[in-house]
């Protein structure tokens, strides 16, 4: 049997908590016998939760008390100093002490952000973790980064993020010799504004990446690179806008399909085809945003996540964890050997 992947999951994190994440775990450790998930929160309600299922692998998961929830209006420094026993600040520590491998939140993403640098720390010599969701293209997926975490970047942050991207992308999705492309508002080199055109020559000038220059919005859904680089608030938007639209297209879609007699029954015989493409542009289906460059994994999916993402989620960290991503990183950006935790 494999070697049993840890992962804490925040049962009290989310708008649909307790019961989306507590299905997600259920159904984590019933589809793969390489995961044991530990829940995090107020015992008596993720029990109760639990009570609803029965044909599950029992021994896997494991609910640990955290009498305390960080709200996502509280400022996350505040809420990360003094309510030291909340799902989250609990979840954290036990990344932080190697009592876990992983930690999965839908709670408050500030909370996620400042406890997984204060708690789990930083990898030695990484300047900013960044926030890097998969993103859904026309021939796969690409990697954001960053989308949340680092507003004022510099340009020494991006080409971090540039070699974080290129490690993730080659090892957790498969792609080799990763294109890297940084968001600007134009293909020409010339163009951006002052941080684009500062980063732009060290990424053309960085050893271990394939930089193939810029990459406008418009271009991202086509695939055109497979790392996207850019500081929070430019990924911020991409990342809502590209939200946002997906589904108004998908509302608009069904929407005409039901207009009337004729485009019902022509929905029914394309329904499996365009049931199967819609489903690739699903953003749950590629789990969770990874806080890359900490010396655990933390992985934050939406505040509104259902099963399907958390348990994602989960299955992520698997294979963040069996591809030794956090070890890769640390050799990469500090230049030293880093040994695996065990």
């Not at 640990?64 to 929830?69: I, K, M, P, R």
């Not at 050893?207 to 990924?235: H, K, L, Q």
């Not at 460059?293 to 996540?305: D, E, F, I």
């Amino acid at each position: 049997m494999a070697e049993l992947v840890k992962v804490v999951v925040d049962a009290m994190g989310g708008d649909n908590a307790p019961a989306e994440p507590v299905k997600a775990s259920v159904d984590a450790v019933t589809e793969r016998q390489d995961i044991q998930v530990i829940l995090t929160g107020k015992k008596d309600i993720i029990e109760k939760e639990l009570s609803k299922y029965e044909n599950y692998p029992k021994d896997r998961i494991q609910v640990v008390h955290a009498s305390e929830v960080i709200e996502t209006a509280e400022p996350p420094v505040f809420a990360i100093r003094k309510k030291k026993d909340s799902s989250i600040v609990v979840g954290l520590n036990m990344v932080k002490k190697q009592e876990a491998d992983a930690f999965v939140s839908s709670g408050s993403t500030g909370a996620v952000l400042v406890g997984g640098q204060v708690l789990v720390g930083r990898s030695k010599g990484v300047e900013r973790p960044p926030l890097a969701p998969l993103i859904p293209t026309k021939d796969g997926v690409s990697l954001l980064v960053d989308c949340g975490a680092n507003v004022d970047a510099r340009p020494s942050h991006l080409v971090q993020f540039a070699k974080m991207g290129s490690i993730y992308m080659e090892n957790v999705v498969g792609v080799k010799n990763p294109r890297v492309a940084i968001v600007n508002n134009g293909a020409e080199e010339e163009k951006g504004n002052a941080l684009v055109k500062e980063t732009f020559p060290l990424l053309k000038e960085c050893e271990g990446i394939n930089f193939i220059g810029s990459i406008e919005a418009r271009d991202i859904p086509a695939g055109y690179a497979d790392v996207i680089v850019c500081e929070a608030f430019v990924g911020n938007v991409i990342l809502k806008l590209y939200e946002g639209v997906g589904a108004t297209l998908i509302d608009k879609i069904k929407g005409g399909m039901m207009a009337n007699f004729r485009s019902k029954i022509g929905a029914l015989l394309v329904k499996p085809a365009l049931k199967a493409t819609l489903k690739t542009f699903d953003a749950s289906e590629h789990g969770g945003a990874p806080l890359l460059g900490l010396k655990g994994l933390v992985v934050k999916t939406h505040g509104s996540a259902v099963a399907v993402e958390i348990k994602n989620a989960i299955f992520q960290c698997v294979q963040f964890k069996q591809q030794k991503i956090n070890e890769k990183i640390a050799e990469q950006i500090n230049g030293e050997t880093v040994q695996p935790q065990q």
